[in-house]
């Protein structure tokens, strides 16, 4: 009994502290429906609406404090039912079969690939033959081809090769299959011959796509080269024009979230038109003394975000800062505080409910993380009264502050979605963002004003003066001696372990707060401990790498080419696939043998290889990028049969699938659980 009194007392002491835990209870719903195996029917999310139900009618009934808790088992229980419906709602079709065709579809979006080649996705598709009912309704194409002008609404064909959207590499690994089907994207593939227009652009439902290309057009022409390229990255969301050269020198610095039309970008933009109509509004004295000037000054910010939003091209990311930049400008015209961490969570719960998906996301988790970091030291800070030191220096060391706090809190989250640190990025970060805030995004600004009167060029060119100062901080930063670190994939649960302790540091309030130090502590001595797969295995069978004391050694050094690259990462090795290839035991063959657990394992590459086995012992086991019919007990993972169980992770004598690993979920190729939900609706 008591030590439910002192429950119940400590949650009385956080009473109007508490909403900002809505958006962690979604979150912990959203989350434990992802993590399934199986796919929840539609008896599971009906019994827990009936659960809802109940904490709700039980929280209204309860004594304070307790009522709390019974909020929270609602709110858990809505976030899983949210992340259910919401994956039956984007159910389309999913090709199931490798296909080589004519492929004709409406130009939607243009981007580029990780071999820098234009990419191109499409929808309303046809696919010769294919029937509707099993016709993706999104595909997405990389032209390998001559490069030719597309444009949004642009209807064109070609003949090409589609295949599903990949699953992970690794058992555990990033499922583009799950992340294909929340984008309703049903196939992707390349084509190496000519598109060709089938009809003229339609600006029906693309009108403001169209705009977007056309402005993007416009400044790439006035800015030519990477500078060009970046200015339509932050003006419209358009990065076909950016380099692979470029973006990972942007990466390598840490300076690639510049590029991404997110909190920053939106915060600099709204921040920079509330100044100017306040300052503005003030100096003309009728208005300042009759009008509200703070309000009027925060709806214009308001309009400046949707057209920005407009422009960007509306993706996740824009969307998500969109959410947080109208919540903070709300709070100004209800007379709230705009910066708090109740604004930062009303946010929060508008991106769940609108995408629960967006929770796997390392942008949902970065965008947060430093948002929520920095509103709460500064919230703590503030209670301490202002900073110490001359005036002239206070701007000075709130930046310096802001960088490091924003910087610490997403560090670890980066790390491990993209298992690489960048060593100097706080003095990249230093010396480009109050460029991109004091000349970057006020010139974009201006010239958007300039241009009905065909005026922008001057405003363009004197963004790119800012931007030809980050792109020379970023080569400058990346060139420099142990710029960029790697570091290993943490086991899956880190992550989580890692946002409970800092959310409880965040959020929690009293001495008990401190607590939330043991989980964070807990979470890194934990992906400190992780392991490795000792060997991993692609889903074709044409790639295999063995770790070894040097790092994993593949055993080819051309071919998979991602496949590789991926391994390597999530091992946190910067070496590459020829590097890795050198490290494999004996010569190269196209039959490689090893030791795994007192088993000999057999990799044979190609039909060649493949007519030299015809038996096999108990104590091997073959892995075959071709099909092979062999005599004998042995293990045997051929073409067929990877592509049923995906790849292979071999662990402490356990052979782990990436079918395992995923189980049986609604983006599952060939699951029996496809659109049941939706049926039985």
Not at 226 to 234: K, N, S
Not at 442 to 467: D, I, K, R, S, Y
Request: aromatic residues 8%; glycine residues 12%; positive net charge.
């Amino acid at each position: 009994m008591r030590v439910l009194a002192r429950v119940k007392a400590a949650l009385l002491n956080q009473t109007g502290h508490l909403f900002q835990w809505s958006p962690v209870c979604l979150a912990v719903g959203i989350g434990l429906y992802f993590s399934l195996r199986f796919e929840p029917g539609w008896q599971i999310h009906a019994g827990l609406l009936v659960w809802v139900a109940l904490m709700l009618g039980l929280g209204r009934k309860a004594q304070p404090g307790w009522a709390s808790l019974a909020v929270a088992g609602a709110l858990i229980a809505a976030g899983f039912i949210l992340a259910g419906v919401r994956a039956h709602t984007v159910a389309e079709p999913v090709l199931s079969w490798r296909y080589y065709g004519p492929i004709e579809g409406r130009v939607v979006t243009l981007d580029r690939s990780a071999s820098d080649a234009l990419r191109v996705t499409l929808d309303r598709v046809r696919l010769g033959d294919v029937p509707m009912d099993r016709r993706p309704q999104r595909v997405r194409l990389s032209l390998h081809g001559e490069d030719v002008p597309l444009v949004p609404g642009q209807r064109i064909m070609t003949t090409g090769h589609l295949s599903p959207p990949q699953g992970p590499v690794e058992p555990g690994g990033f499922d583009f299959r799950r992340h294909a089907w929340f984008q309703r994207l049903g196939a992707v593939g390349y084509t190496r011959v000519p598109v060709m227009t089938v009809a003229p652009p339609e600006e029906r439902g693309l009108r403001v796509t169209s705009w977007r290309m056309a402005i993007s057009q416009h400044v790439r022409t006035i800015l030519p080269g990477e500078i060009g390229g970046f200015a339509a990255a932050v003006t419209t969301g358009d990065r076909s024009g950016m380099g692979q050269g470029t973006l990972k020198m942007l990466r390598a610095s840490n300076l690639a979230h510049l590029l991404a039309i997110s909190g920053l970008h939106m915060g600099l933009l709204t921040g920079f038109v509330f100044l100017m109509c306040r300052i503005g509004l003030s100096l003309i004295p009728l208005l300042a003394l009759r009008l509200p000037v703070r309000k009027l000054a925060a709806v214009c910010a308001l309009v400046a975000a949707v057209i920005y939003l407009l422009l960007s091209g509306g993706n996740v990311a824009t969307e998500r800062a969109f959410v947080m930049v109208s919540v903070m400008l709300g709070a100004i015209l209800i007379d709230r505080r705009a910066i708090s961490l109740r604004a930062v969570a009303v946010a929060a719960l508008i991106v769940l409910i609108l995408r629960p998906e967006s929770l796997l996301s390392p942008g949902f988790q970065m965008s947060f993380a430093a948002t929520t970091a920095l509103v709460a030291v500064f919230g703590a800070l503030r209670e301490y009264g202002p900073l110490p030191g001359p005036k002239w220096l206070k701007p000075v060391a709130g930046l310096l502050m802001s960088s490091a706090i924003a910087g610490l809190a997403t560090a670890p989250i980066g790390a491990a979605h993209f298992n690489t640190m960048s060593h100097y990025g706080l003095l990249a970060n230093l010396l480009s963002v109050p460029v991109m805030g004091a000349i970057v995004v006020p010139a974009a600004v201006v010239a958007a004003l300039l241009a009905p009167f065909g005026l922008e060029t001057l405003a363009l060119n004197v963004m790119g003066l800012g931007l030809h100062w980050i792109l020379g901080v970023a080569e400058w930063v990346s060139g420099l001696s142990g710029a960029q670190g790697y570091v290993a994939s943490p086991p899956h649960y880190v992550l989580p372990l890692f946002a409970l302790g800092s959310l409880w540091l965040a959020l929690w309030q009293g001495r008990a707060k401190w607590v939330g130090v043991a989980p964070v502590l807990a979470a890194f001595l934990l992906w400190g401990q992780g392991q490795r797969p000792e060997v991993l295995v692609a889903d074709t069978g044409g790639l295999v790498g063995v770790m070894t004391d040097q790092g994993r050694a593949l055993s080819k050094e051309k071919g998979s080419g991602f496949v590789a690259s991926v391994w390597l990462e999530n091992d946190g090795d910067g070496v590459d696939q020829i590097k890795a290839a050198s490290r494999w035991p004996g010569e190269a063959s196209l039959v490689q043998r090893f030791v795994w657990q007192g088993k000999e394992l057999i990799h044979i590459t190609g039909k060649r290889a493949a007519r030299g086995f015809d038996e096999c012992s108990e104590n091997q086991i073959i892995i075959s990028s071709v099909a092979v019919d062999l005599i004998g007990d042995c293990g045997i993972f051929g073409p067929k049969r990877l592509s049923e169980t995906g790849s292979l992770s071999f662990l402490n004598g356990k052979i782990t699938t990436s079918k395992q690993a995923i189980g049986n979920r609604l983006w599952s190729p060939g699951a029996a659980a496809n659109h049941r939900f939706k049926r039985d609706q």
